[in-house]
Every structure is written in C-alpha cells, then in structure tokens.
C-alpha cells in the first residue's frame, strides 16, 4: 500500500530553527508538495520538490531525496504565526495525491 | 490572492437538509476539481474527483447518492450533501489544480464548515 509518515507533534521555540521529516512508500513518484494548515482553515501550498535536493523560499527551506523515499520542511527564525499543522503528501504514478496525517508544530516564546 | 473561491463558508442546518457547496476557480480553467472533509485533528480524506462533462470518481467508502457532486462548467463544481445528518458534520474543502505543468500544486479553497443538528 502507499504510505506516508511524518511525526505526529512537535515543539520548537520562537527564533529557532525545526526540521519536519516526511518518509513514503507510493506507487511511484511525480512530486511532493508541503502544505500549511492553521486551525480551522484549508491549506496553503508552501513548497514542491520533484528533483533531490534543496528548495529555499525565504524562510522555509524543503529537502528531497527519491532514493530514500525522505524529504524535509526546514523553518527557520521561527515565529508564532508558524504555528500549524505541516502536510506532506506525494504526487504517485497515477497522479494522485496522497496526503500525510499531518505535523501539528507548536511554537513557544 | 485567492485562486480558488468556496461557498458558503460555514452551513448550521437540521438534521435531513441538503446542503450544497459551491468550488470555483477564478482565473483558469479547471477540468479537474477536488472535495475533501477533515474531521477535527484528522488529516484530509479524499472524497472524490470532479471531473468536468463526466462522472465524479469517489473514494472506496463515500456514498455517491450522498454526496452529489456536478462539475457543469470549467470553472464551477459543486457538492450536495443530501439528507445530511449530525455524522456529516465536518470541514469539507474543494481543492483545483492550475493548468500548466507537473509541478503545479492543488490549490484549496476556504473550506465550508458543515453543522448538522
């Protein structure tokens, strides 16, 4: 079956620096794409990753590796407003998305 | 700005209403439209695909005659929820992909919020 994983919750503290890992098992691979997800709201498209390697965007930063089925969401100079769900989910052979459960992050002053 | 527009926002209705949820892509054209519900603190569950001019595609486990979905034009598709009871209650989002490439991603509307007394 497809799958995909990323961590439940995290906690990080305003200012600093929180990576959140994503790994998936699909049917093959066209792409993933990391969401933000404030309560209570629909998601926002942060970032797309087809090839290995880093995608920088201000503040946010996404790593992929194919080879290891591994991607990460870098945040940087956290602030409180980041505070959110993180959605991973992958683009399969099928073009079909298949969502992540999502990593609620909690920032703390 | 808003590339994907959803009404109503939020619906509090009786229990046997049926509601209906507008999806609408502003500025392309939109073969394919996507509906969502998330349950409080659960991830999204794909319902079903909205296909312009034909059929809707739906997800092993949602009732088509429950959720009626017509995808008449590029630029609108909408869900009906029939007879809704309080289960149905949920934050269902419509989602559209710009056309143009691989890499464009699904862009989500505002969500409608969905109470079923």
């Known amino acids: 079956g497809q799958n995909i994983d990323q961590p439940t919750e995290m906690t990080a503290t305003e200012g600093a620096i929180v990576q959140i890992n994503c790994t998936y098992q699909t049917s093959g691979f066209n792409g993933l794409f990391w969401y933000q997800q404030h309560a209570g709201e629909a998601p926002t498209f942060l970032s797309y990753?087809?090839l290995d390697g880093l995608e920088e965007k201000g503040r946010f930063s996404s790593f992929l590796s194919r080879s290891k089925g591994y991607s990460y969401l870098l945040l940087k100079e956290l602030q409180m407003k980041d505070s959110a769900s993180y959605l991973c989910a992958v683009r399969d052979s099928n073009y079909q998305l298949i969502w992540g459960a999502g990593t609620k992050l909690i920032i703390k002053p | 700005g808003a590339v994907v527009s959803q009404h109503p926002s939020r619906v509090i209705c009786k229990s046997g209403t049926s509601v209906k949820i507008e999806c609408r892509s502003l500025d392309f054209q939109a073969t394919t439209m996507f509906w969502y519900r998330q349950f409080p603190k659960q991830s999204l569950m794909l319902m079903a695909t909205s296909n312009e001019g034909s059929k809707a595609t739906y997800e092993q486990g949602v009732e088509k005659d429950k959720f009626l979905i017509n995808h008449a034009s590029l630029t609108l598709s909408t869900l009906t929820v029939t007879s809704a009871h309080p289960e149905d209650s949920s934050f269902y989002i419509c989602?559209?992909?710009?056309?143009?490439?691989?890499?464009?991603?699904?862009?989500f509307g505002d969500g409608t919020r969905l109470s079923i007394l």
């Open positions: 989602s559209a992909v710009r056309p143009g490439g691989g890499n464009q991603p699904q862009h």
């Open positions: 990753n087809v």
